[in-house]
């Protein structure tokens, strides 16, 4: 798929960016700028997975990330099948390492999985034969939204390299902002987390980002905005007093938006809550990339499919 012979993919799974090095994710990066060029054809079918099983295994909601890999997964030939768990016998009770024993005697090639619980995919990939790609655990990683990320910057900004990247809003349950720091930093982008102090992990500093409590002043100098959904789900409790006192000071508007650099630009992994972490205008507007992510998902993960595929079974 990609122009050029791509460099091998040392891993089974991908179930994080963390321990990959920064060759592995700017070799996965390369791969899915040849994928864009493909889902731009007429003719989008590839043959890299022809004969082999897909299996899609959301035991949370998805759009993006679902639609996406079978997207991805079908332009590369393979069989998809999207299993839904509503509808399955976790439903009456069964775990999750019965429910992989199962799937895994049906002898899939590639197994997409994501688990509300953080560890969920680890250990669902050590029971199973096949290939398995983390699609988000709990509030622990998604590696593919961030490889989906770093693409959109790097194509529209032509490197990532020294950027100053703001990560806002809702840090401490989110698994987008967790892997967007380890890629980016990887990447050598600076990178800054801003929200309310109960959004924030305790010792988020640890991981070599500046932190600010007040958005205003964090915003300023910023080449990328990226914003992050206020995860309601994942609250035992109140951790901001209103929706909209949050909006009045951590939700992105024309006003703070103007702080950072005049040529900045604004990213959310969605799905978005309109007027609560951004305003309508923002994400609909001119400096906005969250469209073009959404394209990148399909790229990125006809990329990690097709660098997965050399480890495959009689491959
Ligand atoms: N960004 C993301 O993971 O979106 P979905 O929950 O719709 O897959």
Same mark, same amino acid.
Do not use: W
């Given at each position: ?10 891993? !089974? ?38 004969? !082999? ?33 509503? *509808?399955?016998? @976790? ?38 034969? =096949?290939?398995? @790609? ?24 032509? !490197? ?7 990560? =806002? ?20 982008? !600076? ?17 070599? @980002? ?11 100098? =910023? ?64 400096? *906005? ?8 998902? @399909? ?10 595929? =050399? ?5």
């Amino acid at each position: 798929m990609t122009h050029g012979t791509p460099p091998s993919f040392p891993h !089974r799974h991908l179930l994080g960016i963390e321990g990959l090095t920064r060759p592995e994710i700017e070799g996965l990066l390369d791969r899915a700028d040849a994928a864009v060029d493909i889902s731009r054809q007429v003719e989008k079918k590839r043959v890299t997975l022809r004969g !082999r099983t897909q299996i899609n295994l959301f035991f949370e909601p998805s759009t993006r990330t679902q639609s996406s890999f079978e997207l991805a997964g079908k332009r590369l030939g393979a069989d998809v099948m999207n299993m839904s768990v509503a *509808s399955s016998s @976790v439903k009456k009770g069964e775990t999750l390492i019965d429910t992989a024993a199962t799937l895994n005697a049906m002898r899939p090639d590639i197994i997409v999985v994501r688990h509300q619980s953080a560890g969920a995919v680890h250990l669902l990939a050590r029971k199973v034969d =096949c290939s398995v @790609v983390n699609a988000g655990d709990g509030a622990h990683e998604h590696p593919t939204q961030a490889l989906l990320d770093a693409l959109t910057i790097r194509r529209n900004k032509g !490197r990532i390299e020294g950027l100053q990247i703001a990560i =806002c809003g809702d840090v401490l349950h989110s698994r987008v902002a967790r892997s967007n720091i380890i890629s980016l930093q990887a990447l050598g982008a !600076r990178v800054r987390v801003i929200g309310p102090s109960t959004l924030l992990p305790a010792g988020i500093e640890r991981f070599g @980002v500046e932190v600010f409590t007040n958005m205003r002043e964090g915003l300023k100098g =910023c080449d990328i905005v990226m914003m992050l959904r206020l995860q309601r789900e994942r609250m035992n409790g109140s951790f901001v007093p209103s929706v909209k006192e949050y909006f009045r000071y951590y939700g992105l508007d024309g006003d703070k938006l103007a702080l950072a650099k005049p040529d900045a630009l604004v990213m959310h992994p969605g799905p978005m809550n309109r007027g609560v972490e951004i305003a309508s205008d923002i994400a609909d507007g001119a400096q *906005s990339l969250i469209r073009e992510q959404v394209e990148m998902g @399909v790229a990125v993960r006809m990329a990690v499919l097709e660098a997965l595929a =050399c480890h495959l079974p009689n491959e």
